[in-house]
C-alpha cells in the first residue's frame, strides 16, 4: 500500500488541511495523528464560549469518527508522537507503532507559557489552550467568585469578557501599562481599559503575580508590588510557544516556531509545517486566517503544483463585546507613527509608515465599521 499523507495534528491547521486535500484529491492515502480525541471544533470560541452557554462537550462539532468518515482518512486519537525519521520517512508513536509517510505535515500547535510562580499552588494555575483544558476550567469555575487572570493580552481581556456572562467580575494582572500592550498605543489602551472596566472587569497593569499559595479552599495570589490578591480560580494567559520539540529532535530547523519557506516546506525533504507550530518566511502567526492561507496553498503543493503562500492584511478580531475591538498590527520593524482619532464615539488608531502609508490600525466601538475598508488599504503581509 502507498505511504500516506501524514499530518500530525487535528486542530483547525491538520483538519482544514485534510479538507482542503480532499477538494483537489479523492483518493490519495490521509491520515492524521492527534494526542487529543481529535474533535473537530473551533478554537476561538473557547474564549467565548460561557457566553454562548456552550460546555466542552457542545463545542464539539464533529468526533474523530465523522471527521474520518468525511475525509476518507485514518485518525488515530489519544496517540502521541514521540519521534520523526525524516531519512526514512516514518514516524513513531507512544505505544511503538511506526507509521510511514509519503509527505508528513506538522501542524502541531502551541503550548501555553508558564510563568515562573513560585508557592505550593503554582501548579494549579489553569491555561486554556484546548477541549480538554476548558473542560478543566470550566469544571473549576463552578461556584468561583473571585478570579484572577494574568495576562492583559488578546486571550486574557477575551476570558475576561466572558466572565462577565457568569457574573464574575475577574481581575487581570499584566506588568505591561496598558491591555493588549502589543496590539495597541496606549491612549488606544486606555480606552479599551475603560470599556472593560465599566462592563466589570478589573485592570491591575504595571503589576505581575510572583507566586500563588493555597489557603484553604482559595488562593493567595502574591504580587510584584508586596500586595496579595485571593481568588478562587487563577488562569494564566501569557502567551503560546509553537511547538518545536519534535521537529528539532529529527534535525529539522526551527528558530521561533518549525522554520518553512514560503512552501511551507521545512528543511527535510518531504516535510511540511503549518498552523501555530509554524514560523513561516519569517513570520509566526498564531490565527485563523493565516492558517486558511496555508492550507490552501499546501493542498495544492501536495496536489502536485508547487503554490507559495501569500498573505494579504489580516485584521484580528478581539472577542470583548464589551468594547468591540479589531487591530492589524503593523509588520514588526516597520517604522511610522500612530494617528488617532474619535469617530461617532469610538476610536480609529492608524499606524502610518514613514511615507505616510497606512501600515496597520486599530478600531474600537463604532469605528470597528471601518474594518473592512481600512484592510484594503493595508499592504499585504506576505
Ligand atoms: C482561547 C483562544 C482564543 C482564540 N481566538 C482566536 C480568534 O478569535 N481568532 C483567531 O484568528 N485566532 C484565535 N485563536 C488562535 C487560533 O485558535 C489558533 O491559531 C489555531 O486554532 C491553531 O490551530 P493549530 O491547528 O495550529 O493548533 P492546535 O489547535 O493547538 O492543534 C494542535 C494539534 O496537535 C496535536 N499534537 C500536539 N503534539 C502532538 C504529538 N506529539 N503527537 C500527536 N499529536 C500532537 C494536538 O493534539 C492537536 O490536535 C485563539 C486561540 C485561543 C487559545
Redo the contacts with the bound molecule.
Sequence with gaps: MTAPILI???????YNLAREIRKLDKSVPLAL????D?PFYS??M??NALAGGKSAATLVMKTAEQMAEELDARILAR????AIETAARRVTLDDGEVLPYRDLVL????DPIRLPLDGDAATEVLS???LDDFARFSARLEGARRVAILGGG??GC??ANDMLARGIGPSVFDPAPWPLGRLLPGEAGAFFRAGLEAAGVVFRMGISAVGVDRQGATYRLRLSDGSVAEADLVLSAVG?RP?IG?AEAAGIKVGRGIVTDRQLASSAAGVFA????AEVAGLSL????P?MQQVRALAKTLAGTPTAVSYPAMP??V?TPALPTVVAPPPAGVAGEWVLTHPDGGLEALFLAADGSPAGFALLGSATRRKQALAASLPAWL
Design positions: 500530525l495534528g487535528t486542530g483547525l491547521a491538520g495523528v492527534s494526542r487529543d481529535a478554537k476561538p473557547l474564549s496517540r502521541q508522537v514521540v501542524a502541531l500547535g502551541a486554556v489552550n484546548d488578546l486571550i477575551e476570558f503560546l511547538r519534535l503549518i498552523g501555530d507550530c498564531p490565527f485563523v486566517m492558517i484580528v478580531l472577542k
